[in-house]
């Protein structure tokens, strides 16, 4: 009869125990890593710190950049940039100290030199991007990335040297509030 109840117990315990249990993992690690990538409701519109345009060199290092770079952009988490989030990314992450001082450019390289000048507000640039949409997908992020790499590799090596960065920079973040 003790064996009966003592089985009897231990099953009631496991199914219980069981019904308690959620659908995550119940490793702390996946549940932390699981609350970082959901944006919060309170912070959802405040854009996140640009990863770094300096390490650009290749059209890889511009797919990874880019990648980040949306993903950061991205504010509300929901896989899309709308002008907001673009508009609002941009005047949190303005170009690199630096990348404005046309004087360090290189000689003839007219593309470096003109950049600082060239850039488009954010509205504008998201319009172009956007094809006239009311967002900005990954892909069509990553092809106007592409684009500011081509126009800033003037001597069109595949690479960015110093001056060719700035300038990608540039085109990229716009006009330094400087």
Do not use: C, H, W
């Amino acid at each position: 009869m003790n064996r009966i109840l003592i089985a009897a117990s231990t099953l009631a315990l496991a199914a219980s125990a069981a019904l308690a249990q959620d659908t995550t993992s119940g490793n702390p690690t996946d549940e932390l890593a699981g609350a970082m990538t959901q944006p919060s409701p309170e912070n959802a519109s405040q854009p996140n710190p640009a990863p770094d345009i300096t390490s650009v060199i290749t059209k890889d290092d511009v797919k990874n950049f880019g990648a980040a770079d949306f993903k950061a952009a991205d504010a509300n988490g929901d896989g899309k940039i709308d002008q907001a989030e673009f508009v609002a990314y941009a005047a949190a992450n303005p170009p690199p100290a630096g990348a404005a001082a046309q004087e360090d450019y290189a000689q003839g390289d007219e593309i470096a030199a003109n950049a600082a000048s060239d850039s488009a507000a954010p509205e504008k640039a998201f319009a172009s991007m956007s094809g006239g949409k009311k967002t900005v997908t990954l892909k069509q992020y990553l092809s106007g990335l592409l684009k500011d790499f081509e126009r800033a590799d003037v001597n069109m090596d595949n690479k960015l040297d110093e001056n060719e960065n700035r300038a990608f920079a540039l085109l990229v973040r716009g006009k330094s509030s400087e």
